[in-house]
């Protein structure tokens, strides 16, 4: 894994956006899977802002979003489809047709995690993979536990996930909710490369243990360890001491 570390989130936002703008440059038709939450934000705002000032052209690009809530009605602003369309989507120009999501809202939830799998294996694979990691070791919604999931699944969310998630829900744990589906490990391993995001000091003993510890079910993000081509950018407080 390569591991860099910057003095500020704002530089590690406006550094991985740089890069991947030139990629898509280079490449425009190229696969991204991406996340939601707090981590992204700041990257999010760089690819907008830098977007704009480059005229890079996003018509070709293909998205995957890691996972999706189970049961939020179309219009819920908590969905992580609203979320990409507001931090990103909309500003940069990726169509709905462009743009893959879960639907929790599927009537076979079942049958639509592999609808998923087939579409993101009809796209050619991810290229990019661009990740963060929950303080439990978390990525997607792989959950640390006694076994993990190889492919997209139907997933139960910890306490400590909802409550991460409960901003996008007016503050209220309660109505975040308890299932939702994500990417599995495999689907994740299987992209060309990975890129993992983590600030802030809470996050700093699950990359101390996704980086020196061993590959383990109980800490997820370990299995990246497995992967060749991974690049974990820090800020300071994320950093191992
Ligand atoms: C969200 C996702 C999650 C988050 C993780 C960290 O799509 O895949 O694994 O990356 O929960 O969330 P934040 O960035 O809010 O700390």
Redesign the pocket.
């Known amino acids: 894994m390569t591991i860099q570390t910057f003095d500020h989130t704002r530089t590690l936002a406006r550094e991985l956006a740089a890069r991947v703008l030139a990629r898509i440059e280079r490449q425009p038709a190229l696969v991204l899977g991406?996340?939601?939450?707090?981590?992204?934000?700041p990257f999010y705002e760089a690819l907008r802002e830098q977007t704009r000032v480059r005229g890079t052209r996003w018509a070709d690009v293909r998205t995957f979003?890691?996972?999706e809530f189970v049961g939020l009605p179309p219009d819920h602003p908590g969905r992580?489809r609203a979320y990409m369309e507001r931090e990103l989507f909309q500003a940069v120009g990726v169509s709905a047709e462009r743009a893959g999501f879960l639907d929790g809202n599927a009537p076979d939830l079942e049958a639509e995690c592999r609808r998923y799998e087939r579409a993101i294996a009809d796209a050619g694979g991810i290229d990019v993979m661009v990740?963060?990691?929950?303080?439990n070791g978390?990525?997607?919604?792989?959950e640390p536990g006694d076994g993990l999931m190889a492919f997209t699944h139907r997933a139960q969310l910890q306490p400590a996930?909802r409550l991460?998630?409960a901003s996008l829900f007016g503050g209220d744990v309660e109505q975040v909710p308890h299932e939702a589906l994500?990417m599995g490990m495999t689907t994740i391993l299987r992209a060309r490369a990975i890129v993992l995001?983590a600030?802030?000091e809470?996050?700093a003993d699950a990359v101390a243990r996704m980086l020196g510890g061993p590959v383990t079910t109980k800490l997820p993000a370990s299995f990246l360890q497995l992967h060749p081509e991974v690049t974990v950018l820090l800020d300071p407080a994320a950093s191992p001491r």
Request: no cysteine.
């Open positions: 991406l996340p939601t939450g707090r981590t992204p934000l979003n890691l996972d992580y990740l963060g990691i929950g303080a978390h990525i997607g919604f792989n996930t991460a998630n994500s995001m600030t802030g809470e996050k």
